[in-house]
């Protein structure tokens, strides 16, 4: 059978970049450095008859309860996003307990940074950058979002580059850190984390970004009210917030990845991006 087709061109090549160098970062009692690296999905542009994009940036984090991450887990998910005409770059960050609270946050905002300085070279808006994260992802996504540009997070180096973003998504976030980890007994590693590491409740303030928070009502590991208490919390402060609560779904689970949440969060930031 032969058949001559006229294919209308909707969705972007995807190519993808992967082990770009953005940081060096403090380890082992701060005698040796670790090389961080991102992973960057975006549109090609490279033929004449690519189409030219400048794509709104996605940063995300994955979880691991802070002591394990894998830049790349989530990428195969991601790739949604990056069709859609965004950029998507994987954070790697540094782990317990090799490095000490705050320096996972410290490599997120130098991410961050880093992704401002080279916006021209890899094609994206530099003002115009979401954070998003899963499980423990979600928590340094969400701190990400509260603190930008805090002084507390920035050495006299960082204060070429804003690490300001503006949109979090948050997927079953860790909230309240000191109170999931006494409630569930984990060890001492992470007491000493929820020790330095605030409570996203105390760290909202009026001029906080907007937020998308999606959570199971099922979850076991991080119960869903950690969720309901941030959202509260940014409500009061009069912070543009949504949150969904997916009826039986459990940590990490697939609902958080079908197509009806991505069209959700897809949304949310179109309308942040004015896109």
């Not at 995807?14 to 450095?33: E, K, M």
């Not at 989530?74 to 782990?95: I, N, R």
């Amino acid at each position: 059978m032969r058949q001559e087709l006229k294919i209308e061109v909707t969705q972007p090549i995807i190519g993808l970049a992967d082990r770009i160098v953005y940081s060096q970062s403090p380890c082992w009692c701060n005698s040796t450095f670790c090389q961080l690296s991102l992973s960057l999905l975006r549109p090609r542009q490279y033929y004449s008859y690519d189409r030219t994009y400048i794509c709104p940036l996605i940063i995300f984090i994955c979880g691991g309860a802070f002591e394990q991450m894998d830049r790349n887990v989530w990428m195969g998910e991601l790739a949604y996003f990056a069709k859609k005409g965004y950029a998507v770059a994987c954070v790697e960050y540094s782990t317990l307990p090799r490095t000490r609270w705050p320096q996972q946050l410290m490599d997120i905002k130098q991410a961050i940074r880093f992704l401002r300085s080279h916006a021209a070279e890899y094609g994206i808006q530099a003002n115009r950058i979401a954070v998003m994260g899963e499980s423990a992802g979600g928590y340094l996504a969400a701190l990400t979002g509260l603190t930008g540009d805090n002084p507390l997070y920035k050495t006299e180096a960082d204060q070429m580059q804003s690490d300001a973003v503006q949109a979090v998504i948050a997927w079953y976030p860790v909230t309240d850190l000191p109170g999931l980890i006494q409630a569930t007994k984990e060890p001492k590693v992470m007491s000493h984390l929820a020790a330095q590491a605030p409570s996203l409740l105390d760290m909202v303030t009026p001029g906080s970004p907007p937020f998308f928070l999606v959570h199971g009502t099922d979850d076991e590991q991080v119960p869903y009210q950690h969720s309901e208490l941030l959202y509260n919390r940014l409500q009061k402060s009069g912070v543009s917030a949504d949150l969904y609560l997916l009826r039986g779904a459990h940590h990490n689970d697939a609902p958080f990845v079908q197509n009806e949440m991505k069209e959700r969060m897809g949304g949310f930031l179109d309308h942040i991006f004015d896109r």
